[in-house]
């Protein structure tokens, strides 16, 4: 059974830091890109950081310099530090599972931890 469980969601101030972690279970890690996305209620699901098997890092240019994805496959986690938060980073985030092309594998999706940056 595949599971992507998050943690490390909470509520901080403008200004503050986070680091989100997500464990991975079921799944051959070290073939999956990985990745976190978050979503608004009303607004559709946003790609902010992935990382590829090969540990290759994408991000949405809004967290650019602010947010950092890294991994550890022997413990089939992967993180994101979030420095510099803003209010409009408030979002559930969500850890997706992305496999090769053409190797007969799904994608898989966590169920998400809740990000509030309020004052």
């Known amino acids: 059974q595949v599971q992507l469980v998050e943690s490390g969601g909470a509520l901080v101030q403008p200004g ?3 680091r989100l972690s997500c ?6 890690f070290k073939i999956y890109a990985m990745g976190w996305y978050r ?5 559709q699901r946003e790609l902010v950081a992935t990382i590829t098997s ?8 809004s967290v650019k310099g602010r947010f950092t994805i890294s991994k550890d496959s022997a413990k089939n986690t992967i993180y994101l530090q979030m420095n510099s938060l803003k209010p409009e980073d408030t979002a559930v985030y969500l850890c997706n599972a992305d496999p090769p092309r053409n190797v007969g594998l799904r994608a898989y999706w966590g169920q998400g931890t809740q990000v ?3 004052s």
Do not use: C, E, F
């Open 16 to 18: 503050g830091s986070l």
């Open 23 to 28: 464990a991975a279970s079921g799944i051959t």
């Open 39 to 43: 979503q608004v209620p009303g607004k």
């Open 54 to 61: 090969g540990g290759s890092t994408n991000y949405a240019d």
């Open 116 to 118: 509030t940056v309020s």
